[in-house]
């Protein structure tokens, strides 16, 4: 009977120690959970992912816009006026003065993020000659100073060449910002377009 007794003993911890063991092995084998710790550590690689795209398209719109305004801003300062007869070359301007290049050229980018804070315009035309000579001079409009000067034409006497330079400092969309510390730094785009008139 004692014998009996024990037998059952060491065959119900035998039991217990495997039924125990088999809890732990089924706890490891589920996989409920699993789905819902990937979407946890994927997340927020995908959310910045799509930030940076935004960010990269952004980029190329600005680019699009400034080469558009550089170059019809150029057109402008050396054809005028729609009448061939107007006899007059556009004023530089500034960008509140209707009618001025500078003024056409800060209109095209005006679907750009804060573009009338980030976009300097130098134009270098006769028309922004203070002097009564017909030489080219340039002026330049917008938060920063720029220094670019016209190139010289080989046929100054009869041509003259203008030049458009327009200088925006991107500021994406999406800024990306972590600890005081940004993921994205500003970038400066500059566009120039250089076209002959004559004289």
Sequence with gaps: MNVMKRIH???GKHQAAKSTRQRI???RRREEGNSLIEVAFISPLLVLLVC????????????????AAARSASEYSIQ??????AGSLPAVGTSTTVKSVVAL???????????????SVEVCSASANTVSTNTVQCASYGPTSLSFTADTDPESG?????????VYTINPPV?????????????????????????
């Design 80 to 85: 005028g006026f729609s009448a061939p007869g």
């Design 105 to 119: 050229a800060m209109g095209d980018l005006g679907n750009l993020m804060r573009s009338s804070t980030t976009s």
């Design 25 to 27: 092995l089924g706890l």
């Design 158 to 166: 009869l041509f003259q060449l203008n030049r458009i330079d327009i």
């Design 9 to 11: 003993c060491v065959s």
């Design 52 to 67: 940076y795209a935004i960010n990269y398209g952004y980029y190329f719109i600005v680019a699009i816009n400034l080469t």
């Design 175 to 199: 800024p990306l910002t972590f600890f005081h510390t940004s993921w994205t730094p500003p970038a400066t785009f500059h566009r120039s377009v250089e076209m002959r008139a004559i004289n």
